[in-house]
């Protein structure tokens, strides 16, 4: 079993749906999460991240992490065409000198206008 | 301020050569990782470096081998290269005293090997 488990898409939403990405893990000892959003031929960018369980907002992104069920969301309300990409969630343990990203598949996105 | 910056963008070899790739952190930031990214892949780690050092590494072999230098910049150097070699390679830096370990990608390298 991969310790991050990130279903592929492709994922193709009308513009001005709500999509919601999703990411499970094994590794309970992870504490940081974040989402990337990366575009064709491009790196990732940095979206979101949150530590522990809980919701964070940031515009029309919404990050929800579920410890208990180890289980992370991302919902992405009004989308647009522009926020056509994959979408990567990624986790880390931050202990120490261990800070090594560990990543899903990533979610393959179209937005159709 | 300039984020993270890579170079070459793109770079063409045949098996068996060398390649060396270069990346420079974003200001203030101190630590960088290497990725290698497949075309429909996730990222997979290769290593970090902080104060000139590998400080982690992941499932690759000795082929792959970095350097950080004392500005912070780094390279990552691939001997004997295979045609699976032929990927995106992300450079990501990240401050060492942040709380979470929120990493900023360059562009990538495209290497093709034939």
């Known amino acids: ?113 | 301020d300039a984020g993270v910056t890579q170079s070459p963008t793109h770079l063409i070899k045949t098996r068996g050569q060398q390649v060396t790739l270069r990346c420079s952190p974003k200001s203030g930031h101190d630590t960088v990782s290497w990725y290698q990214q497949a075309l429909g892949q996730g990222p997979q780690f290769i290593f970090q470096y902080y104060e000139e050092e590998e400080r982690q590494r992941g499932n690759f072999p000795d082929r792959f081998s970095g350097h950080q230098f004392p500005n912070y910049s780094s390279e990552l150097n691939v001997n004997a290269l295979l045609l699976g070699d032929s990927a995106l390679y992300l450079c990501a830096s990240s401050p060492r005293s942040g709380e979470a370990d929120t990493q900023y990608f360059g562009p990538g390298t495209r290497l093709t090997v034939l």
């Open chain 1, 1 to 113: 079993q991969k310790e991050v488990e990130q279903d592929p898409g492709p994922l193709s939403v009308p513009e001005g749906a709500i999509v919601s990405l999703n990411c499970t893990y094994s590794n309970s000892a992870f504490q940081y999460f974040m989402w990337y959003r990366q575009y064709s031929r491009k790196g990732p960018e940095l979206l979101m991240y949150t530590y522990s369980s809980g919701n964070k907002e940031d515009g029309r992104f919404t990050a929800q992490v579920d410890k208990s069920s180890k289980y992370i969301s991302l919902f992405i309300r009004d989308s647009q065409p522009s926020d056509s990409a994959t979408y990567l969630c990624a986790m880390s343990v931050h202990a120490g000198n261990n800070r090594k990203l560990i990543w899903g598949l990533g979610t393959s996105l179209a937005v159709n206008p």
